[in-house]
């Protein structure tokens, strides 16, 4: 039998090898689609018994993480230009979240969000070919991506759902895939560098994080390598229907866990 120690440890072990599969879940969905993590992570980790400021904070430093790393792997394949107006708009918005969250409610946004996801993906799956092929050529005006850069930078700062907006922006650009998930994830590193220096500043940050941090950091790199893997071999005109696939469960996942 297991004296207290023993059943406490058993139990610690059992929390971290927990939350590691959860981190390597998120981050295996940001290697192979660019976007994802968090609103896969975050409700699973909601049942541990972990405080919401080490989940929050724990899913913002792994995705910094993969964002590093695959940046630097695909640094080529960005879209310089649109990065620099996302970045500059996300910072602009930063602030109207923390407003938002102070004065909105938070499951009434939640909600409104998942449903247009939904409503978003099932018609970019369903509508006329003919549709899908034309080009969206007033989406390259560069003025057109400020307002998604805004809007990332409010519901990141607001809901840790800064992807959202920037994915939305890439579908409908028409990018490449390799396009596509190079410029989110350069983009992920310009906000979630600003979003895990708030959260420091914030308080959020304590020695349970980094221990699960630590534990988790090679299940992320495991991530990033089986989701390089998983990318390449999706053909890239099947691509598109994968994200708003993945779009669509999300905004699921946005009802179901509207907290």
């Not at 049942?47 to 590093?68: D, Y």
């Not at 407003?99 to 799956?125: E, H, R």
Request: net charge positive; no cysteine; glycine share 12%.
């Amino acid at each position: 039998m297991l004296d207290r120690k023993g059943v406490i440890f058993v139990m610690s072990v059992t929390l971290i090898l927990l939350v590691v599969g959860i981190v390597f879940l998120g981050a295996l969905m940001r290697a192979v689609f660019g976007f994802g993590d968090s609103i896969i992570s975050m409700p699973l980790l909601a049942l541990l018994p972990i405080s919401l400021a080490t989940s929050i904070s724990l899913i913002g430093l792994g995705g910094f993480t993969v964002a590093v790393l695959t940046v630097f792997s695909g640094w080529k394949d960005v879209d310089r230009p649109v990065l620099g107006r996302l970045s500059i708009s996300t910072l602009f918005g930063i602030p109207v979240g923390l407003l938002l969250v102070k004065f909105a409610p938070n499951a009434v946004i939640t909600y409104g969000l998942g449903i247009f996801l939904i409503v978003y993906g099932i018609y970019s799956l369903i509508k006329p070919k003919l549709l899908q092929s034309k080009p969206r050529l007033w989406l390259n005006k560069p003025a057109w991506s400020l307002p998604f850069g805004f809007a990332a930078g409010m519901f990141g700062s607001a809901y840790n759902m800064n992807g959202v907006p920037i994915v939305i922006y890439g579908t409908m650009r028409d990018w490449k895939p390799a396009v596509f998930r190079g410029t989110l994830q350069a983009h992920f590193l310009v906000s979630s560098s600003l979003i895990i220096i708030g959260q420091f500043m914030g308080g959020f940050w304590s020695k349970e994080l980094f221990v699960l941090y630590g534990f988790s950091l090679p299940a992320i790199g495991l991530a990033i390598l089986l989701g390089t893997f998983i990318h390449g071999r999706i053909p890239s005109y099947k691509f598109e229907r994968y994200v708003f696939i993945v779009v669509i469960l999300l905004g699921i996942m946005l009802l179901i866990n509207p907290a």
